[in-house]
């Protein structure tokens, strides 16, 4: 019973140093990580345009700097890696399985623990300027607000992820 549990390690291990190693060729054969860095940088360059749509300037930080924002990035991605695992391996598979639990996890960080999170640092901020000089607090940094995505920026993002991974999956 040892040997055959074994047996694909050693068999693995003894291939010649001309070939490739199983890992890095299943990594290079991969959809899943070229879709997943497109999708983040079509998402933020979304961002920029969404931004400066809506505030009628350019605000180059949004592209890595600053989180929050139409649409999540980091949904796109995980949707994105989710995606192309289906579409590459197919729905059936335990890749595709942990692929769909991890998107399913940051979704409902970013919506819902980091958003209130923000919520809750902005409330503060507002608290600690209101408060009269003779209490003020000394060496305050303002906390950073916009730090998780509406329920709405994470299905857009959601949606650009898969479609990014549904409009490459032939062409890698």
């Given amino acids: 019973m040892e040997e055959s549990l074994t047996k694909p390690l ?17 990594v290079a054969s991969s959809v899943a990580l070229p879709c997943a860095v ?6 933020q360059i979304l961002k920029i345009l969404f931004s400066w749509l ?18 999540s990035s980091i949904c796109a991605t995980v949707a994105a890696v989710a995606t192309a695992v289906a579409l590459q ?5 335990s890749a595709f399985a942990l692929a769909l639990i991890f998107a399913s996890i940051v979704m409902y960080d970013s919506s819902g623990i980091r958003f209130h999170t923000g919520r809750q640092a902005a ?15 000394q060496n305050f940094r303002p906390l950073r607000e916009p730090l ?5 920026e994470v299905i857009v993002g959601a949606l ?6 549904y409009m490459m999956r032939n062409s890698l």
């Fill in 54 to 71: 809506k505030e009628k300037r350019l605000d180059s930080r949004r592209f890595l700097l600053v989180s929050g924002g139409m649409p």
């Fill in 38 to 43: 497109v999708a983040f940088f079509a998402s």
């Fill in 89 to 93: 391996d197919g729905a059936h598979t």
């Fill in 10 to 26: 050693l068999d693995t291990n003894t291939t010649s140093s001309s070939s490739s190693h199983p890992a890095a060729t299943a």
């Fill in 148 to 152: 998780g995505h509406t329920p709405l």
């Fill in 123 to 137: 409330l503060l901020n507002q608290i600690v300027v209101e408060l009269p000089p003779e209490q003020s607090v």
């Fill in 160 to 165: 650009l992820g898969c479609f990014v991974s």
